[in-house]
């Protein structure tokens, strides 16, 4: 008996084990069950998730290249009042179908206009309503200049690279130096240029009498596939370059041959009477005006002097009420801001600067709602006189212009401004928007196209962003 019993135990105890691991196999399987349900189900709300959030960034780039397309054609046609017929963005079947409209409004009191830009996403051409709706509000300025855009006085225009001038009117008292890819105008939107040849007598000492206008020599010479779309009067050329070089474009007259071009005078300004207006003065590195430390907000009042070399970088946005005279260099870079206050009305305060000044980094310079901007000027020379002078000629004239004293780089996008080295050479590397240039001799070399803000063509003014809002 003993022996049957544990037997029969043994045969239990196996049974039971066998049970109890059954038991165990179907616990865990419902255990794996709900797991994978619940991996299931978040993974499905994660996707539903993506897909929104990639809906809603399509619907904001949508709107945004409604804002785009507006500003474009504003810089085309000044009374563009938006597409109120739904625009076609994309269509196809990995993205759907998506549209936007706009509308331009005049803001009363001001030289500004609002555009609003509103995008519909569509699972598909065929959908009755929209799954979703964003949409964007921007304030756009106009900014103007008078008289050409772009002026070079004897020491001339020097246009190489890829660099492209439009929607300007050129005037270069001396001579006209195109390389490269570079080009002036547009096939459908030519421009005037006058080349005046005053650059006489040549040499590295070209005496008391320089400039005056030379004889039997031709003004603008070429190398490379430059290019000029529009009307040149330029005193005694006679060449239209390789290619030709000079094309009359849509409504251009080409090369007029025996056109004598007007010798035209640089724009003049009275430092001294600015000076002597002062009524605050400051160091440059003074944190009442510059930014060392937070906040990075600064007013600069009208009349303003700071002394030494002031630099405006990092984050720093400074406010222009009117004029300011800087008695070394100026250098504004970085992530930087100046801003035209509301107060100046249509004035464009003029800021001074004895030294050099260099524009660089991604700094942005705003006009206020009137289209006023700032113009820049600095008077550094290589004459004894400098930064004093009320004259240079000669040869101090002719070793000053090619002295740097303007520099403009980066991705230029200061509609509106106006930059003139006064006696020396005003760079211009970059690419992007500029109200004006002058300088004795103006040299443009980098890649990009600068649009400037005399003529367009058709509308009157170039029109930038200044404030952007997402509305929904």
Known sequence: MSKLYLKLKRLNDVDNQKGWFLISVMIMTVFL??????IAGLTSVQYQHTHLELGMQNAQLVSEAGIEQSVYELNTNSSFSGYSTPQVFFNDSTQGYATYTSAVTN???SNSKTIVSTSD??????????????S??????????????????????????????????????????MSGASQIGTSSNPVTVDVGNDACPTGSSPGSTYPQVCSGIQPITFSGSPKIYGSVCATGQTST?????????NGGSGLEVGCTAPVASPPTYNRAAQISAVTTTASGSSNTYVCNSYPFNRTWPSNLE?????????????????????????????????????????????IIVDGTITVGGSAVMIANASGAGIEFISFESAASCSPS????????????????????????????????????????????????????????????????????????????????????
């Open 389 to 472: 002078c009320t004259t240079v000629t000669g040869n101090n004239l002719y070793n000053s212009q090619s002295l740097q004293t303007v520099n403009i780089g980066g991705a230029a996008n200061v509609p509106g401004m106006i930059f003139e080295a006064y006696w020396g050479e005003l760079v211009l590397d970059g690419s992007g928007k500029v109200g004006a240039v002058t300088g004795e001799t103006v040299n443009l070399s980098g890649a990009g196209t600068v649009i400037f803000g005399t003529e367009l063509s058709s509308g009157s003014e170039t029109w930038s962003i200044t404030s952007y809002q997402p509305l929904y």
């Open 121 to 134: 996403l569509y699972s598909s051409q065929s959908a009755a309503t929209p799954y979703l709706t964003r």
């Open 306 to 350: 700071l002394t030494g070399n002031v630099s405006i970088a990092g984050s720093c946005n400074v406010t222009i009420d009117g004029d300011a005279y800087i008695s070394g260099n100026l250098s504004i870079g970085g992530a930087s801001t100046m801003t035209v206050a509301s107060t100046a009305g249509t004035t464009d305060p003029v």
């Open 33 to 38: 069950t709900a797991v994978g349900l619940s």
């Open 241 to 249: 370059g390789p290619g030709p070089a000079i094309v009359t474009g």
């Open 136 to 177: 964007v509000k921007v304030t756009v300025v106009g900014t103007t200049s008078t008289g050409y855009s772009v002026y070079g006085g004897p020491g001339g225009l020097i246009l190489g690279g890829s660099a492209n001038i439009t929607n300007s009117n050129v005037y270069i008292g001396g001579t006209l130096n």
């Open 107 to 109: 803001n009363t009191g």
